[in-house]
Structure formats: structure tokens, C-alpha cells
């Protein structure tokens, strides 16, 4: 099982909107809607953000949202804000006899 | 509060071993996966296990298929990892996590994981 795909960075000033992708195949992103996400500060656990695709636990602004299509999650995050600024994974199940498959991770930068 | 608590790791030479824990607390222990998860310094997570509820089932990467074993005692709401035969590459922290009543639920607590470091 491969590692998904995400973009190695991502940044946006504070108001804006940023989309963070998510690439996997048929098996995993594409094959079930059990796909979260997780932020990283330095030094901390991450935490979970969105689950189900399009999922906010209690606690996580609104500003936070998730959509799939097809193969490829996204998170987006309106209205950037600096405490924002974090390491963005995404994860996914790919079946009750896979291993759960991670992101390589997105650092977001607010400017 | 829901917490996870992991202990047992440190400093270790290639070939050897180490056995980590994780308390539970907070919540129905007996109703819940819990997975392990480690993440290299300064890269990203890697799932490594999951266990059901009452440790009947076991699913774990191929990566560490005969050297790694994964066991749950839920009279002590601790999961435990056995970790033999370590490699530099074993060399991360070891994040200990709840997911759900099923097997595809999130990873909504994390504890504050337990650092392996492998070197001789």
C-alpha cells in the first residue's frame, strides 16, 4: 500500500482559502467515504480535523471542510487564520484487510 | 477526560528490544479500536497496527510481520507493543490511538507518544 499523494506545501494570507489534495486509488480515497484529516503543530500529536470526507469533530471551526472526488480528498480551509499555520495529513481506509494508508503531509504556511 | 497514555520507549541497539504501553482512560475501553501509528523525525505518519475491542483481532503492516506483536489486556485498559529485532529504521515516535466501534473509524485521541531511537 502506497503512501497518498498531497502537495508538499500550501500557503494563503489570512482571509483567503486554501485546498490541500489528496490522491490515492481506487482501493483506498476512491474505494470508501472513510477518509480524515489531521493537523500537526511542532512538536504535538495531530489531531483530527475532518472524518468521513466531509465530517468536523466537535471543536474544529467550521472554517474547516472536506469534499472527495473520485480518487482524490480535499481539505479546505477558509478564512486562513495564523493559528492555522500546521502539517496537514490525510489518511484513509483501504479495507478491513489493509493496513490504513497517510499523506506524506502538507505544510501550510498563512503569510 | 479521555486520554491515551504510552510508555516504554528510549535508546536501543540494532537487533534489540523494546515493549511499549499505552493506558487507557476516560472512555469504555472494551469499545474501541486502538491503533499504533509512528512518525520518523520530520516525516510523516505511518500506521503500523490496529486491535478490536476485546483483542480478538489483529491487523498489522508487513513491515513488521515477525517482529513486531501487538496485544491488548482490557482488565488493565492498556494495549501493548513487543517490538524485537529493531532496526535503525524502527527509529520514530510511537503514537498510540483510538479510533472507533469499527475498524474504519477515525483516530479521534492520540496520545503524546513515546520515542524508539535504534542506533548503535
Known amino acids: 500500500q502506497s503512501a497518498l499523494t498531497q502537495p508538499p506545501s500550501a500557503s494563503g494570507s489570512p482571509g483567503q482559502s486554501v485546498s490541500i489534495s489528496c490522491t490515492g486509488t481506487?482501493?483506498?480515497?476512491?474505494?470508501?467515504?472513510?477518509v480524515s484529516w489531521y493537523q500537526q503543530n511542532p512538536g504535538r500529536a495531530p489531531k483530527l480535523m475532518i472524518y468521513?470526507?466531509?465530517k468536523r469533530p466537535s471543536g474544529v471551526p467550521d472554517r474547516f471542510s472536506g469534499s472527495k472526488s473520485g480518487n482524490t480528498a480535499s481539505l479546505t480551509v477558509t478564512g486562513l487564520q495564523p493559528e492555522d499555520e500546521a502539517d496537514y495529513y490525510c489518511?484513509?481506509?483501504?479495507?478491513?484487510?489493509?493496513?490504513?494508508?497517510f499523506g506524506v503531509g502538507t505544510k501550510l504556511t498563512v503569510l | 477526560e479521555v486520554q491515551l497514555v504510552e510508555s516504554g520507549g528510549g535508546s536501543v541497539q540494532p537487533g534489540g528490544s523494546l515493549r511499549l504501553s499505552c493506558a487507557a482512560s476516560g472512555f469504555n475501553f472494551k469499545k474501541f479500536w486502538i491503533h499504533w501509528v509512528r512518525q520518523t523525525p520530520g516525516k510523516g505518519l505511518v500506521w503500523l497496527s490496529r486491535?478490536?475491542?476485546?483483542?480478538?483481532?489483529?491487523r498489522f503492516v508487513d513491515s513488521v510481520m515477525g517482529r513486531f506483536s501487538f496485544s491488548r489486556d482490557t482488565a488493565q485498559n492498556s494495549v501493548y507493543v513487543q517490538m524485537n529485532s529493531l532496526r535503525e529504521e524502527d527509529t520514530a515516535m510511537y503514537y498510540c490511538?483510538?479510533?472507533?466501534?469499527?475498524?474504519?473509524?477515525?483516530?479521534?485521541?492520540w496520545g503524546q507518544g513515546t520515542m524508539v531511537i535504534v542506533s548503535s
Open positions: 489518511s484513509s481506509f483501504a479495507g478491513e484487510n489493509y493496513p490504513w494508508v
Open positions: 486491535i478490536d475491542g476485546d483483542g480478538s483481532t489483529i
Open positions: 490511538v483510538r479510533g472507533g466501534k469499527y475498524e474504519w473509524d477515525a483516530f479521534d485521541i
Open positions: 481506487s482501493n483506498d480515497v476512491g474505494g470508501y467515504n472513510h
Open positions: 468521513d470526507v466531509t
